[in-house]
């Protein structure tokens, strides 16, 4: 600070001085790290939104993942089995063996067929 001196006078002027400046600098800092905290690229919205996207993409990930085990189990069960593949064909696209007559709910039309 100053020297001791120095009249009482400009110890107070210069322990005002101090205050003003650390006042300045404290509200400086405090505008900062608000800014920072909620700020739409690095604060907490952005990162409560990348963990509500990470938990959703893990799920449809999962998802995804569960889907594919099944239709790998489907494409095993149409390669061993040599009933699957003519069950799939008549029950998806309606084919029948010669002689047989095809026979749909009033719900499907024949033009389905195709």
């Known amino acids: ?17 101090f205050i003003w400046i650390f006042l300045i600098a404290g509200t400086f800092l405090l505008i900062y ?4 905290l909620f700020s739409s690229e690095t604060g907490l919205y952005a990162l409560f939104h ?3 996207s990470r938990r959703d993409l893990k799920s449809e990930k999962e998802s995804l993942e569960k889907h594919v085990l099944d239709e790998k189990k489907q494409v095993l069960e149409l390669t061993v089995d040599p009933f699957a593949l003519e069950r799939v064909a008549r029950e998806r696209q309606h084919r029948v ?9 009033e719900s499907q039309s024949i033009l389905s067929r195709e």
């Open 50 to 52: 990348y963990q509500f």
């Open 33 to 36: 790290s608000a800014r920072a």
């Open 1 to 17: 600070m100053s020297s001791p001196s120095a009249r009482p006078e400009q110890q107070g002027s210069d322990r005002r001085l």
């Open 97 to 105: 063996r010669p002689g047989e007559i095809l026979v749909l709910p």
